[in-house]
């Protein structure tokens, strides 16, 4: 029988063990690609447990992944400029790969109701200063949504009323 703190740490840390079976099945498979970006994204993970000297739970490797989204997605369009094609293509697949583990990012309307859900858990603090809602937004949101567009619904919603 489990402990209950063993099945507390799994659940904790389903998504790096999950890139790491799809590291295991991509070695297998011979699969060098999926291999070498399973890699890099968990030695990311790996520093970054070792940075906190702590095991990172399922919103922190997101926060990570995120960020390696980001950084390919940069790659990406310097490739394109650079008129690379090869490496535009290389980026794009690592791109799809890191994306895969990636939860669905919210649509708009989805992220407008949640940002409108916490204004109205904060009505106070939104009447004194809209802007001050933005940090209440970004860490209840952060992985569901990226930061520029967190932002950009609650400047609409600024401009559009203030007192929503």
């Not at 490797?61 to 980001?70: D, P, Y």
């Not at 950084?71 to 994306?99: F, S, W």
Request: charged residues 35%.
């Amino acid at each position: 029988m489990q402990k209950k703190a063993d099945v507390l740490y799994n659940l904790k840390n389903m998504l790096k063990q999950q890139i790491k079976n799809a590291l295991v099945t991509a070695q297998k498979e011979r699969n060098e690609k999926k291999v070498s970006i399973l890699r890099f994204a968990l030695s990311r993970i790996q520093n970054e447990e070792i940075n906190k000297q702590k095991e990172l739970t399922d919103e922190e490797v997101i926060l990570i992944l995120q960020k390696l989204k980001q950084e390919l997605e940069e790659e990406k369009e310097a490739a394109i400029k650079a008129k690379r094609a090869d490496l535009a293509q290389k980026a794009n697949e690592e791109l799809n790969i890191i994306a895969s583990y990636l939860p669905k990012p919210l649509s708009d309307d989805e992220l407008k109701q949640e940002i409108q859900k916490i204004i109205e858990k904060n009505q106070d603090l939104w009447q004194k200063n809209p802007k001050s809602l933005i940090g209440i937004c970004l860490k209840a949101l952060k992985t569901k949504a990226e930061t520029k567009r967190i932002i950009e619904v609650i400047n609409h919603l600024m401009k559009k009323d203030p007192t929503v």
